[in-house]
Structures are given as C-alpha cells and as structure tokens.
C-alpha cells in the first residue's frame, strides 16, 4: 500500500508551472527568432558592463552554452564580443543598436507571458502569491542542498 501523502506535492506545483511557463517563453520569443537564453544575455549585458563569464552565471549556463549563445547573437547583429574598458584581459559582451531593440520587444514579450500567467489567478490572490514565491526563492529555497547526487536542474537545449 502507497504512503499517504501529508502535504501537498510542491515539487511538482513549481516543477509543473515553472516548465510551462518556460515553454510558453520560448514559444513567444522564438516568433521574433530568440531563445530565452538569448534574451537573458542581452538584457543583463544592457544593464552593465558584464563578461561573458558573468553573464553565464547570471543566466545559469554553462560555459559551453554560453559561447554557444553569444556565437548566435554576433551571427544576428545583436551583440559582439569586445575588450573591457576596465580590465584589458577581460572580454565583454556588448550590445549593438540593433540588440538593444530586440532586447527591448523581448522584455515586452517576456512581461506579457508573466503578466498572462498571474491574470489567470484572482485579483486578491496575485500579490500574496507572488510574494509567497519571493520568500520561498529569497528564504528558505534560496539555495540548493549540498549532497553526493545532486538533484539536476532543468535546462532548455541550446539551439
């Protein structure tokens, strides 16, 4: 016989949701020839003077995925890789004109799909939840557990 469950199975609430809404980026920013990893660097790289290195982990990719993203938006026009002004060993991601206009439609993108996702929970519940959320991400599952198998994260194949 199954073990009754005592709680409710949160895990897969935020695996569920999460995926989906990742799902539905990715649909929306592939309509102006994105990926979600594309988006990401160009935003974080418009807000300041990033490495690629540090936008990698901004964006949870590894280094691989990274060189591999950036290859793409220098191939669009979006970004080129160049010296930074303050550590000449240091290559920087850069925006171009272009790159900063995509990145601009995207975050639009971006915000409709969140804004789409909380209009389908009622009005006076939207606050609470996504400040539940803020306290879970920020609190107490702000970082993972150390162990010997850890538990793999979901990431989206680099096109």
Avoid: W
């Avoid at 988006?39 to 060189?67: N, S, Y």
């Avoid at 975050?107 to 799909?113: A, K, L, P, R, W």
């Avoid at 702000?142 to 990431?155: D, G, H, L």
Wanted: with cysteine.
């Amino acid at each position: 016989m199954a073990p009754t469950r005592t709680e409710t199975d949160l895990s897969f609430l935020l695996d569920h949701t999460s995926h989906v809404l990742r799902s539905r980026i990715a649909a929306a920013l592939a309509e102006i020839g994105l990926t979600a990893r594309m988006h990401c660097v160009l935003v974080h790289a418009l807000e300041e003077e990033r490495t690629q290195i540090q936008l990698a982990e901004l964006g949870d990719m590894d280094k691989t995925t990274m060189v591999v993203t950036v290859d793409a938006l220098e191939r669009a026009g979006y970004a080129e890789r160049r010296p930074s002004a303050t550590d000449r060993r240091a290559r920087i991601i850069a925006v171009t004109e272009t790159g900063e206009a995509i990145a601009k439609r995207s975050q639009e993108i971006v915000d409709g799909v969140h804004r789409d996702a909380l209009q389908s929970v009622p009005q006076d519940e939207r606050e609470v939840l996504v400040r539940a959320l803020n306290r879970l991400a920020t609190g107490h599952l702000a970082t993972p557990a150390e162990s010997a198998q850890p538990a793999r994260r979901a990431r989206e194949r680099a096109k």
